[in-house]
């Protein structure tokens, strides 16, 4: 499977995920503190969703488990989205939009808090004994 279609539908898990919720208010960023704590966020994400790529083009386990096989990225990932929340109550039952400028084209960013809620409250499988370690392939 190519690499946007496997983000396509990594994407499209998220959006499904979401759709059994009534309308959630996206908040815009402009504070350069908020960018900056929002970016943790970001960049904890990004770092599990590269690892759980992998993952779904492989064929290592179903697309919802995917993140369960890296223990440690999903880890950083639940701890900087409890950090965020803790910084920014308000933000828990959001999605979150923000603009960085730049040349020659602006990087727009957005996260669910409802969406990335519901997924870390999701237990995963048990791993099997044989497991290697840190639950990577």
């Not at 959630?24 to 590269?50: F, G, R, W």
């Amino acid at each position: 499977m190519n690499k946007t279609l496997s983000i396509g539908l990594a994407i499209f898990g998220l959006v499904a995920n979401l759709s059994c919720y009534a309308a959630v208010s996206t908040v815009e960023l402009k504070n350069p503190k908020d960018i900056q704590d929002a970016m943790v966020m970001q960049n904890a994400i990004t770092h599990l969703n590269s690892k759980a790529i992998v993952c779904i083009d492989k064929k290592l386990a179903p697309m919802a488990e995917c993140s369960c096989l890296y223990p440690n990225e999903l880890s950083q990932a639940k701890q900087a989205f409890k950090n965020t929340i803790k910084l920014h109550p308000s933000w828990e039952d959001k999605n979150i939009f923000w603009v960085i400028d730049g040349s020659p084209h602006s990087t727009f960013y957005n996260i669910s808090f409802v969406g990335y809620k519901r997924k870390f409250e999701q237990k995963c499988p048990t791993p099997p004994s044989s497991g290697t370690p840190n639950g990577t392939p």
